[in-house]
């Protein structure tokens, strides 16, 4: 079945260290995206990439780095540079580029981060 | 930019009552809007949609959302609560350029919590 796989689900690390969360679809989706969940806040939009080997900051991109250099994978690295990094992290992907877009955003089950 | 107030952050309904979960957005054109439904732990799901054309939307799970215009509302509701739909909901609006093209960003409210009681 085709769907979003995030990896890995739960992650701790020390203060201080870098780490990415892996992001694949087999959706054949042009566009990406990385969400961070936190409780009372809602989505806030980290990074997305509407096609390969291009990306753009989202809200709140301040001490995260992501690349897409496949159109499969969408990995997100959470920096020493962020200053809170636990949460809850989305993958998520969409159908169509451009004025035929559809609407629908495709989840992944999410990445929970914890900084001990 | 565009934004989105989910009034109430928390809602409580018995099982067999209406389910009726609020939701208003600014933006300057007519917007796509959208609900999601989160479980624990989990992705978001997609329960429905408006893309501009009729008013009022159908889902799945049996809600439905009705767009207001003049209210710039997108409420979303249920006839009759069922256990199952214990879960956090989240109202979106897309974020669209100046031409009134969607890019496919959403904006999300900050989401309501349902608890449905036996």
């Known amino acids: 079945d085709g769907g979003i796989t995030q990896s890995p689900k739960y992650l701790f690390r020390k203060e201080g260290q870098n780490v990415t969360l892996s992001c694949e679809q087999n959706l054949n989706h042009d566009a990406m995206y990385w969400y961070r969940q936190d409780p009372g806040q809602g989505l806030r939009l980290i990074y997305y990439?509407?096609?390969?080997?291009?990306?753009q900051k989202g809200d709140i991109a301040e001490g995260y780095s992501v690349s897409r250099e496949k159109k499969e994978s969408f990995p997100l690295t959470v920096t020493s540079a962020q200053k809170n990094p636990t949460a809850f992290y989305l993958c998520?992907?969409?159908?169509?580029?451009?004025?035929?877009?559809?609407?629908?955003?495709?989840f992944g089950e999410g990445s929970r981060l914890t900084v001990l | 930019a565009q934004s989105v107030t989910q009034l109430g952050s928390h809602v409580s309904v018995s099982e067999g009552a209406l389910v009726l979960l609020r939701c208003n957005y600014s933006?300057?054109?007519?917007?796509?809007l959208f609900w999601y439904v989160q479980y624990p732990n989990q992705g978001l799901q997609l329960l429905l949609k408006?893309?501009?054309?009729?008013?009022l939307v159908k889902g799945i799970n049996g809600f439905e959302a009705e767009f207001k215009k003049s209210e710039t509302s997108f409420h979303l509701t249920k006839p009759s609560a069922h256990m199952s739909d214990a879960a956090e909901y989240f109202c979106a609006v897309s974020e669209l350029d100046a031409g009134g093209t969607s890019y496919g960003k959403l904006t999300f409210g900050q989401g309501t919590i349902l608890t449905v009681h036996p």
């Open positions: 998520a992907s969409r159908r169509s580029s451009g004025a035929l877009w559809t609407g629908e955003l495709f």
């Open positions: 408006y893309t501009s054309a009729a008013t």
């Open positions: 990439s509407q096609i390969v080997n291009d990306f």
């Open positions: 933006s300057s054109v007519p917007p796509y």
